[in-house]
């Protein structure tokens, strides 16, 4: 009974099925369809199509056409399936929240997943991903300045680069495109303009100013808020590190206290959008650090020394009572208010605590004498970037040859560690 079920299963395919090409090619017709369809495997994919047509020997000889096309796109290293940039961009923005939501993935992943949901597969979507080449991204590049109502800046176009890099190192991996296919970005976007700092003389006033502020806060966390900020203050102005990702990634394990020649140095090792680096901070960090360790209630009773030495794996910035906060931006901006600091005269921009970075990069170049190659391993960016943004300070770094004066500034004149 079973052979005869088997002949005829086999005479009902028979009937409806057709196979072409040595068996390589399949030509068969779906209930409720009168058009043939074919399907063939293709480098390890299945192949499924429509004919289109009614007749079968003309379906036949549609079929064998499509298989000998995907053929040769197979020999020719040309992708065998076609996706639409919004699924396989789907497809990245998984990927990416996965390893965010494991720990492992790089925070500006949030930002490419923005930029992906916001421009890229509202323009791209239902484009072949092969498709999209030089032309159709000076298509979406007219449409962004439309749709975002301005040019965008060189560090926004970095971002939407490498956000669509994603999708298209997702679409190589799965091949449904070629790595060589790959369309070369290019960014045009503007420099950035001069970014809001403080001078000598309004650094100092902010930092002269901020006990008498902290003792006219609330007691309990605002006062806590107040503290914390102060020295998160100075660290940032005194290390060059980025506010947010590598600050937060600050933990008590990644800070050494060592010494050489009887000098005493401190190192942190960050983590943000470019790596791990390590840092040498300016002289008085320590007081900073050690200021949040008294405040530490589980870990006060430690000497701080034994707090680097044991590599606590807790983060540096956050309240007393270990609770960890991302509203320092917001106790600055109000404490920059409260002393009409908060408005940059120079660029007419508000001031953040990313202004503390800018600060720290001027003050190497004109203060130290920094060379722009060290300033850039210090900061974790890049030579170009250091010379796009901090090109306005030459005269002032020339000044002794312009002159044709020799006059050097002293340190202690602007030393912040007794703050």
Request: aromatic share 10%; net charge positive.
């Amino acid at each position: 009974i079973s052979v005869l079920n088997t002949v005829m299963v086999m005479a009902k395919i028979n009937a409806n099925t057709n196979v072409l090409m040595d068996g390589a090619v399949k030509v068969y017709r779906r209930p409720n369809t009168k058009k043939w369809q074919t399907n063939f495997q293709i480098a390890g994919h299945w192949i499924r199509l429509s004919t289109g047509k009614f007749d079968l020997e003309e379906a036949k000889a549609a079929a064998r056409e499509h298989y000998l096309e995907y053929k040769f796109r197979q020999k020719n290293d040309l992708p065998v399936v076609r996706k639409q940039f919004a699924d396989v961009a789907r497809l990245a923005i998984s990927d990416m929240r996965k390893q965010l939501d494991g720990g492992s993935g790089n925070k500006v992943y949030k930002d490419y997943v923005v930029v992906l949901e916001r421009y890229m597969i509202p323009f791209f979507g239902q484009k072949f991903i092969t498709k999209i080449d030089y032309e159709e991204l000076q298509r979406f590049g007219q449409w962004r300045v439309e749709k975002m109502g301005h040019e965008p800046k060189h560090s926004t176009l970095n971002t939407h680069n490498s956000a669509i890099n994603r999708v298209f190192d997702e679409a190589v991996a799965r091949g449904f495109m070629s790595k060589h296919h790959v369309p070369m970005l290019v960014n045009t976007g503007s420099d950035g303009e001069r970014r809001p700092d403080f001078t000598r003389d309004e650094y100092a006033t902010m930092i002269r100013k901020l006990p008498s502020w902290i003792e006219q806060g609330k007691a309990g966390k605002p006062s806590d808020m107040r503290h914390l900020m102060r020295d998160y203050v100075l660290i940032m102005a005194n290390t060059g590190m980025r506010h947010g990702t590598e600050a937060q990634n600050l933990k008590w394990q990644h800070i050494t206290l060592f010494e050489e020649k009887g000098q005493q140095y401190l190192e942190m090792s960050v983590t943000g959008k470019t790596g791990r680096r390590d840092i040498i901070c300016r002289s008085g960090t320590l007081n900073y650090l050690k200021r949040i360790h008294e405040r530490s209630q589980d870990i006060r009773n430690m000497p701080i020394e034994q707090v680097f030495k044991r590599r606590l794996d807790l983060p540096v910035f956050r309240l007393p009572d270990g609770l960890v906060t991302e509203n320092i931006h917001q106790t600055f901006r109000q404490f920059l208010k409260d002393i009409g600091l908060i408005i940059c005269p120079r660029t007419g921009q508000n001031r953040t605590l990313y202004s503390l970075r800018h600060t720290y990069a001027t003050f190497a170049l004109i203060n130290d004498g920094m060379d722009i190659h060290t300033l850039a391993i210090q900061m974790g960016t890049s030579i170009g970037m250091i010379e796009r943004h901090y090109s306005h300070l030459t005269p002032r770094l020339k000044k002794d040859m312009l002159t044709g004066r020799r006059y050097e500034l002293s340190r202690d004149e602007f030393d912040s560690s007794n703050f």
